[in-house]
Every structure is written in C-alpha cells, then in structure tokens.
C-alpha cells in the first residue's frame, strides 16, 4: 500500500526495523521443524503404548495443530509484523504505517519536533541499529526502536529539520515553530475505515 503523501511532500527514507529482529522467529522455525520431526518419529515407533498406538492418527493431528499454532506465534506474526511496520522520513514528516488490511499510521511532523536523540546499547551499537527518540515541543516523546543504520538516519532527520526550520524562520530550543497548524500535532489514526488503533 503506497505511502499517502502532502501536496509537495517527498519520501526521503523508507525502512523497516532492524533484520536482527528476525533471528528469534528464524531459531522458532528451526526449533518447530526438529519438533515435527521428532513427534512423527515418535509416533511411528512400534513399541508405543496402547493408548497412543490405538489413536495415533488423532495423536498425530493433535501434535501438528500445537505445532501451527506454535508456528504462528513465534514465527509467521512476528515476520508479518516486520512486513508491515514502514518507517518514512519525509520532507514534512516522520511516519509510520503499521500493518497491511488494517493500516493504522502514525506520524509526527518536522515542525513539532525540538529535539531527536539517539540511543544505543552495546549490542546494537555492534549491530548499527539503535532507537530514535522524538521530543515534540508538547512534550510528546515518540521512539522509533530498533532503527538500521540508526546513526545515518538520524543525520538525515536532522538535515530535514534545520530545512524546515530555514524555512519558517525559527531554531531555538523552545521557540515554538510558527508553521502551518495542521502540521504541529502527533497523529495516531487513520482516515482508513475499520482501523484498529
């Protein structure tokens, strides 16, 4: 679904979180496929008890609907997910769309924003990945966690900052910006009908 742009808006970025967030799905996958294929080879062993052996086909339907169901939740919602959460840095904004049906997006535009700090641990430090805090001139604070390339990112955002600001003519750490209105707010919602926030 293509992101929904401002007249004279421009996308400058457009990721997704970290990959490293895949590896524990990944390690579900594997740990599910060694399940499977213990149980059907515990099933067809022939020494089994006669409480197993007389059902072995509901047995059998049984072990692979705990191990869907197991599938699902470790693994295919969290890919799905990943799939669907898009970050956008725009000329007028930061965004989020989170989903595919049901979108939900979250924006704050340029001009709101006073400040942005990164964070890092060390482990995302090795990584290059990091959480990017937002601190709008309300006071809202909006982080968007596990960012690739984090320090990049944050050098492209605050380029499109002081642009914004060059543009209306202000830059000082608690000067409210002087910008159209409708863009000085945190948006969480959609106009989509049916949303779930």
């Keep these: 679904m293509a992101h929904r742009l401002q007249p004279g808006e ?4 457009r990721t997704r979180t970290h990959a490293r967030g895949l590896l524990k799905p990944a390690i579900w996958l594997i740990v599910l496929c ?73 924006w704050l535009t340029l001009e709101a924003i006073e400040r942005v700090q990164m964070r890092q641990s060390r482990r995302q430090r090795w990584a290059r990945r990091g959480d990017l805090q937002l601190w709008s001139y309300s006071g809202h604070v909006w ?35 002087n910008g159209p209105a409708s863009y000085q707010n945190f948006h969480d919602h959609s106009s989509d009908p049916g949303v779930r926030r």
């Design 34 to 106: 060694l399940a499977a294929g213990i149980w059907q080879g515990y099933l067809s062993r022939p020494d089994l008890p006669f409480w197993v052996s007389d059902y072995r086909g509901a047995w059998q339907i049984t072990g692979y609907v705990v191990l869907g169901l197991l599938l699902f939740f470790g693994a295919v919602r969290p890919l799905w997910r990943w799939l669907t959460r898009v970050t956008y840095l725009t000329t007028l904004r930061v965004s989020q769309r989170i989903g595919w049906l049901r979108v939900q997006r979250r």
């Design 143 to 177: 982080t968007l966690r596990n960012l690739p390339e984090i320090q990049r990112f944050t050098q492209l955002v605050e380029a499109e900052l002081y642009s914004v600001r060059a543009r209306y003519g202000y830059g000082y750490p608690g000067v409210a910006p």
């Design 10 to 13: 421009q996308v400058r970025v």
